[in-house]
């Protein structure tokens, strides 16, 4: 079997191709990417039940939280509003204790997992009208005390801040945090957090953050997803409620808190009190993105909640809706504007006079045209008013969720019979889960796309038929079957300008939606076969793409394939999935060029097609490298993806 790869450059690849989908599910945020280790910090999280149009959220600000020791009659626990820290989130723990040396604890996820000789950074706040005495800050497990902190208060009423650090003298999991009295008494506390201090910019949990900074994706998409819309417009991401000061960020349920909610289970899921801190807020991400090198692409409600979930909407009639509408140009204004402008002035009171250089925006998330739902009408509303003030903007439009549907064809009509106007959209988000035959099957599914208008494949991932647990999803059949379909994307780049895969991350034990891209628990993380596929294709976008052709039939033999080449290594680089059930041998053809000095290959493999990574073997499914005679043969074994460097010096 034999690739010939020409010199014949056909279209430019877009340098930024490949990226990241972020949404909050999973547990991806808080107890995940946001490296806080202490659940319900500020006391303000509800539990949430009900279904489509029915969602019942019910404050239940003690969630995570226990008397200390454990089911002391001694501790009374409450909520309180009088005197709140702060006004947005006006919620604070009052604690009575009839004995000395009790208080409370925090449930913190699966407990505190702390490494040895790693560093970590505690504050509270604490109010006391009436308690005069030592305050002690334990960290604990099973009794053991592995860090201790006294601090002594006097009685005065005003709320003031404690901050205490400590290294771990050994590493441990399923330790807590206990806050005591030591005397009877009565005291307040609120906005209680624990921080690892090597968190990345003292924000992101370390090991994921390096795990998306090693992909060097072109682009970060967020905060998703459904989470933008919401079950209801009152429970939708609205960003201006995400930045300032986390203390005063409004706390808000998590739409996936009710996924799977039905009438076999009283319409009662299992993460009914998965909520958003929002500590992971706009200005967040925007850093994120500048850490990990990737331009932001953040996407705005358009006075829809999620179509699949709900019928509420703010019609277009409303004044109400232009808030929306607002809602959009004060965020691009909070990421590029100057520090003189309102929004421009927040962001540099956060730390950043800089702008974030703000050059995309998503306009509504996965929505479609109903008779009900006009959805082209508010596009348009949107479209315009950006670009009245910010023409070079560059909108993302939706195509539905799906493909090849009714909706998903009235999508693309809307588009393109406005594709003659300046700057219309810069491309149109398209999702597909799908089987991974549906992938091999489709390698050629963008060869016959009308040019004009651009396609952002926004949301993929192969699903294949899962053996077991949820992770057993993530198997390297259908990680191949991606990387197949991807040198279809890649061939024609000329109108897929973006993709990245979803969703990105997953918290074992805690998952609403699966396969995923990384995997993690509270001490480790691990790349599924999906990210060494996708890893393998950002770290190697080539400049252009290059004609290619062999002597056999892909689709047939299930050796997909295609070249690029990259202009500033002088390099072409070839990408061959073999999705077949057999070992192959394949040689290359570079004879339109001068001699090829080497041939430099990644190959990703496993040992059985429904392999797939875990804790236990992270590497199970991975990546090796290795040079080959570029004038030799190449076995790719069965199931495999391979990206070929070919250098001429």
């Given at each position: 079997?034999?690739i ?8 430019d690849?877009?340098p ?11 547990y ?11 659940e ?15 969602y019942a ?25 009088v ?15 009839l004995?000395?040396?009790?208080g ?5 996820f ?26 002690n800050?334990?960290?604990?497990k099973d009794?053991?005390?592995i ?35 030591s005397?009877?008494?009565?005291a ?34 967020f ?15 609205q ?17 996936w ?7 076999e289970n009283n ?5 009914s009190?998965?909520n ?5 807020g706009y ?14 692409l953040?996407?705005?409600n ?10 509420e909407l703010v019609?277009?009639t409303?004044?109400?809706f ?5 809602d ?13 402008t ?5 962001r ?19 929505q479609?045209?109903?008779?009900r739902v006009?959805?082209?009408e508010?596009?348009t ?12 903007m560059?909108?993302i ?11 998903y ?28 035959e549906?992938?091999?099957e ?11 208008v651009?396609?952002f494949?926004?949301e ?8 077991g ?7 390297l059949q259908?990680?191949?079957?991606e990387?197949a379909?991807?040198?279809g ?5 000329d ?26 628990n ?9 990210y ?7 770290n190697?976008?080539?400049?252009w793409d ?10 047939g ?20 999935a073999?999705a ?12 339109d060029?001068?001699e ?12 059985d097609p429904r392999?797939y ?7 199970r ?7 080959a ?17 070919f250098?001429?010096?």
């Amino acid at each position: 079997m034999k690739i010939t790869v020409s010199d014949i450059k056909t279209h430019d690849i877009n340098p930024n191709m490949f990226g990241l989908f972020f949404e909050d599910i999973n547990y991806a945020a808080d107890g995940g990417l946001y490296a806080e280790m202490i659940e319900n910090r500020s006391f303000e999280f509800f539990r949430t039940t009900g279904d489509f149009d029915a969602y019942a959220p019910e404050y239940d600000g003690i969630y995570g939280w226990y008397k200390y020791p454990k089911d002391c009659p001694f501790v009374v626990m409450e909520t309180r509003t009088v005197r709140p820290l702060v006004k947005e989130n006006p919620h604070y723990l009052h604690l009575k204790t009839l004995r000395a040396n009790s208080g409370f604890t925090n449930k913190s996820f699966d407990g505190l997992c702390l490494k040895k000789g790693n560093g970590y950074n505690g504050v509270f706040w604490m109010n006391t009208p009436s308690y005069s005495g030592d305050v002690n800050v334990i960290i604990e497990k099973d009794k053991d005390v592995i860090y201790k902190k006294t601090f002594t208060v006097t009685a005065g009423d005003c709320w003031r801040e404690f901050r205490y650090s400590f290294t771990a003298p050994y590493s441990v999991r399923g330790a807590h945090l206990v806050i005591t009295l030591s005397e009877r008494g009565e005291a307040d506390f609120d906005f209680i957090s624990l921080f690892p201090q090597d968190a990345v910019l003292g924000i992101f949990r370390k090991d994921l953050a390096e795990l998306l900074k090693d992909l060097k994706p072109g682009f970060l998409r967020f905060p998703g997803g459904c989470i933008i819309e919401g079950n209801t417009l009152e429970n939708r991401y609205q960003w201006k409620l995400s930045v300032g000061d986390p203390k005063s960020r409004v706390s808000n349920w998590n739409r996936w808190a009710v996924h799977g909610n039905n009438k076999e289970n009283n319409y009662t899921g299992r993460f009914s009190h998965y909520n958003q801190t929002l500590g992971l807020g706009y200005y967040e991400y925007f850093l994120l993105c500048e850490y990990i090198g990737a331009k932001a692409l953040p996407v705005i409600n358009v006075g829809l909640a999620c179509q699949y979930q709900s019928t509420e909407l703010v019609e277009t009639t409303d004044p109400a809706f232009y808030e929306y509408v607002h809602d959009a140009l004060d965020l691009i204004e909070f990421a590029n504007g100057d520090v003189g402008t309102k929004w421009g002035a927040l962001r540099a009171r956060m730390g950043h006079p800089a702008p974030f250089n703000l050059e995309f925006m998503g306009i509504g998330n996965e929505q479609w045209e109903t008779e009900r739902v006009n959805f082209f009408e508010r596009y348009t509303i949107f479209e315009k008013a950006i670009h009245a003030k910010y023409p070079e903007m560059k909108l993302i439009g939706s195509a539905g969720p799906d493909v090849r549907t009714e909706r998903y064809e009235a999508a693309w009509n809307f588009y393109r019979e406005n594709r003659d106007k300046r700057n219309f959209t810069y491309a149109i988000d398209e999702h597909y889960y799908m089987p991974p035959e549906w992938f091999l099957e489709n390698t050629h599914f963008y060869d016959d796309y009308d040019r004009s208008v651009k396609v952002f494949s926004g949301e993929y991932a192969a699903h294949p038929k899962r053996p077991g647990s949820e992770k057993s999803g993530n198997t390297l059949q259908g990680a191949v079957s991606e990387a197949a379909f991807l040198t279809g994307v890649e061939r024609n780049a000329d109108v897929v300008v973006m993709s990245s895969y979803a969703p990105l991350f997953a918290r074992e034990g805690y998952v609403q939606w699966a396969p995923d891209m990384i995997w993690f628990n509270d001490e480790t993380a691990y790349g599924t076969p999906s990210y060494h596929v996708q890893k393998m294709y950002s770290n190697n976008v080539g400049s252009w793409d290059l004609e290619a052709d062999s002597d056999f039939d892909p689709d047939g033999e299930k050796i997909f394939f295609n070249a690029s080449y990259d202009a500033k290594r002088d390099e072409v680089i070839l990408k061959i999935a073999n999705a077949s059930d057999e070992d192959r041998e394949v040689s290359f053809d570079l004879t339109d060029y001068n001699e090829v000095k080497s041939a430099e290959i990644v190959l990703l493999k496993g040992d059985d097609p429904r392999a797939y990574n875990s804790v236990e073997f992270k590497d199970r499914v991975k990546t090796e490298e290795f040079s080959a005679d570029p004038y030799g043969k190449v076995v790719l074994p069965k199931q495999s993806f391979a990206v070929v460097r070919f250098s001429f010096n």
